[in-house]
């Protein structure tokens, strides 16, 4: 049967454990996307082996996890999820459609960025690649501050000493995943926390506890808003948040497709890489003006073609 476009295989006996397919266009890049989870995952919250990734998850109080691997003869990811009951499902289905960016039609895509020559030649290199999402705003939030001028590796380690020290721990943890110990802070934590003790400036531990505590203030702060301008907008008002944060928050939160860190260093890298000369961010910004309305996959080309 169907729901939420998810063709459902089977339950188990186990209470709220639940295997089901969740469709995309193909092609699909799983490895692309595996990795880049892969490199970004915290521990005791994630971990990807056998190439399927896992997680631990927390809604509305209650715990669980979920397992995602490709199908790729169905066209689909293979999501296991076990979870209490029912009635979040349809939340989790669309989490996962996020996170895993199952709404993409790569060819439409791929037709607007082989316009210019370097995007074609990326794209004929990995015509499936998507632009990978975040399961939880907070989550994604907190993730970018930590990023902020240090490397990937280094913003990991940061995050699994603050899920280590203020997540909640996972009351019946998998027998199959081990590593899976707790699930992400919930904002009252940090926002009353001085998480400078966990190994960072205080000025970027101050801005994780006041994006914490604008976030108690608005629920909706992290939701999409009318416009990208808008939301980036909404976004640099919060202390200690910059147009880099906000635009990889938009990409990766909000599924802005046109979302575009103009000053972020790997992708003037990237330029510099192909194309031999390494652009300003103004003049990465004009050089993206041919990538609309999809610069945010181009973006992700670009940064793939220096990582992988």
């Not at 990811?77 to 996170?99: N, W, Y």
């Amino acid at each position: 049967m169907k729901r939420q476009g998810a063709e459902i295989e089977q339950s188990s006996a186990m209470q709220g454990e639940v295997t089901l397919f969740l469709p995309y266009c193909p092609p699909y890049d799983w490895l692309a996307i595996l990795n880049f989870l892969a490199a970004r995952a915290i521990a005791g919250l994630e971990v990807v082996a056998d190439g399927t990734y896992y997680r631990s998850i927390s809604l509305d109080g209650a715990q669980g996890m979920l397992a995602v691997q490709n199908a790729e003869e169905k066209c689909a990811l293979k999501a296991t999820i076990r979870f209490p009951g029912l009635t979040s499902q349809p939340e989790i289905i669309a989490r996962l459609c996020r996170v895993f960016d199952l709404a993409a039609d790569p060819k439409m895509i791929n037709r607007q960025l082989s316009i210019d020559p370097l995007m074609a030649k990326l794209v004929a290199a990995r015509p499936g690649l998507r632009v990978p999402g975040a399961w939880d705003g907070f989550e994604l939030a907190m993730r970018a501050v930590l990023g902020q001028q240090i490397t990937v590796g280094a913003a990991v380690k940061l995050a699994g000493k603050l899920v280590a020290q203020y997540g909640e721990a996972l009351q019946e943890p998998p027998a199959n995943r081990p590593e899976l110990t707790h699930v992400f802070p919930q904002p009252a934590r940090l926002a009353a926390a001085d998480l400078s003790t966990l190994g960072m400036p205080r000025a970027r531990a101050a801005t994780l506890s006041a994006v914490a505590a604008a976030l108690l203030d608005d629920p909706h702060l992290l939701d999409a808003r009318a416009n990208l301008d808008e939301s980036v907008k909404r976004l640099c008002a919060l202390p200690g948040i910059g147009d880099w944060t906000a635009q990889y928050i938009a990409i990766r939160q909000l599924r802005e497709p046109d979302a575009f860190p103009a000053g972020d260093v790997g992708l003037m890298q990237a330029i510099a890489l192909h194309e031999g000369v390494k652009p300003s961010a103004k003049e990465l910004t004009a050089r993206a003006e041919i990538w609309r309305p999809w610069r945010a996959y181009a973006a992700q080309h670009l940064w793939t073609s220096i990582v992988l």
